[in-house]
């Protein structure tokens, strides 16, 4: 019997993740993805990107109770609930009342460390959640005991990493293709401060003073909106600056497009760097700004990928830092199947079995679940003045 999966995404980074995931599923699943109207809803070019690779096309919902109309006239056997968390509370709440109701599977769309109590709490009463790494498995699975019972941690590899048996580049030293391009991903977090990004702008033009082809790959342009807000974008602050940023270029598009041969990526801490690892990339994690939680890159200690900005040119030459296989065999790049289609396939018997599923997440009550309500019920313009939290 087929498996029929529908995926609700609110963001870009969200969306790409869901779609890869019902993409990854594998025989015996049929999977739609639909964007729920709020004030993180991508743009087309954004949609675009998303779900480059993949054969969906994700319809917009404005209004969530057309949402739950839907759900309740043709119920899916799972819902993947692919949305920032205050969203993804009030869809749980709200997918609970459904009968039957659903299975429900959480996750979230990229480097998960260290692990969040509250991107656990603000999921509780999901059946499934998803991780990407040994050690997040790991790091979620006590969380998960302790906040959200009943909720199963699963190990499943980022679903947009080349296969493991996929073929690679071998860039480095000693003959192979030398490192021309160094592609920035930025994050919207990190680092926080106007004077830590326009250092970083510094260092990027000094790389590109050496030679090298520097692009900072944007997740969206100035009218665009992310996951997260980004109080200092890159391509706005060089814009500002008397000057610009001599040699460097702001891209968009899918990361992939641009992790070619004889390319390196260099991030603070941004998931991109498991991409470009799977895909035989050089990878460069940024330590200028110190190696701790608020920056989410306490999980590359060990890795043998952080350098510094002033090292960049001379550590690219020599073919980019080196990754500690045991490191990556625990932090992303392990070869074991995923857990995922199997535990949603055991997930979905036992609630068919059972008739309807067990009690879904808590009721919506409180100022916080008001605002994330008011978010997803006001029309578009006023959802837009609500500020993402």
């Known amino acids: 019997m087929t498996t029929r999966v529908l995926a609700v995404a609110d963001s870009d980074s969200y969306l790409k993740w869901a779609a890869a995931t019902l993409d990854g599923l594998g025989d015996g699943f049929a999977g739609r993805v639909v964007l729920v109207a709020s004030p993180v809803l991508p743009s087309d070019a954004q949609i675009a990107a998303a779900v480059a690779g993949t054969a969906l096309e994700p319809p917009v919902v ?79 699975e006590p969380v998960a005991a302790r906040l959200a019972p009943g909720m199963r941690v699963v190990l499943s590899r980022l679903p947009f990493l080349p296969e493991p048996s996929a073929s690679r580049s071998e860039p480095g030293p000693g003959g192979e293709r030398p490192i021309t391009r160094a592609v920035f991903a930025p994050q919207a977090l990190v680092p926080a401060s106007r004077p830590e990004r326009e250092r970083l702008l510094d260092g990027l033009g000094a790389l590109a003073s050496a030679g090298y082809d520097v692009v900072v790959k944007l997740r969206g342009r100035a009218a665009e909106r992310q996951t997260h807000d980004e109080r200092w974008p890159f391509d706005e602050l060089a814009a500002a600056r008397p000057g610009g940023a001599p040699g460097v270029r702001f891209e968009t598009g899918p990361l992939g497009s641009w992790l070619t041969p004889g390319a390196a990526l260099v991030t603070v801490s941004s998931t991109a760097a498991l991409e470009a690892l799977a895909a035989g990339v050089p990878v460069a994690l940024l330590d200028d700004f110190g190696v701790r939680d608020e920056l989410i890159n306490t999980a590359f200690r060990g890795s043998g990928l952080l350098v510094g900005l002033g090292e960049l040119p001379t550590v690219l030459a020599a073919g980019g830092p080196v990754a500690d296989p045991a490191w990556l065999e625990t932090h992303g790049l392990h070869d074991a199947p995923s857990e995922l289609p199997e535990a949603l396939r055991a997930a979905v018997a036992a609630g068919r079995a059972a008739g309807v599923t067990a009690p879904g997440a808590p009721a919506l009550r409180g100022p916080a679940d008001l605002r994330a309500l008011a978010r997803l019920l006001a029309p578009a313009p006023v959802a837009q003045s609500v500020r993402r939290r």
Request: with cysteine.
């Open 62 to 140: 404005r209004r969530v109770g057309r949402l739950v109309r839907r759900l309740r006239q043709d119920p899916p056997d799972a819902l993947l609930v692919a949305c920032t968390g205050p969203t993804a509370r009030v869809l749980l709440a709200l997918a609970g009342r459904v009968r039957p109701r659903p299975v429900t599977v959480v996750g979230l769309p990229g480097w998960a460390l260290p692990a969040s109590p509250e991107a656990v709490g603000l999921r509780r009463g999901a059946d499934l959640f998803v991780t990407h790494s040994r050690a997040e498995q790991e790091a979620f």
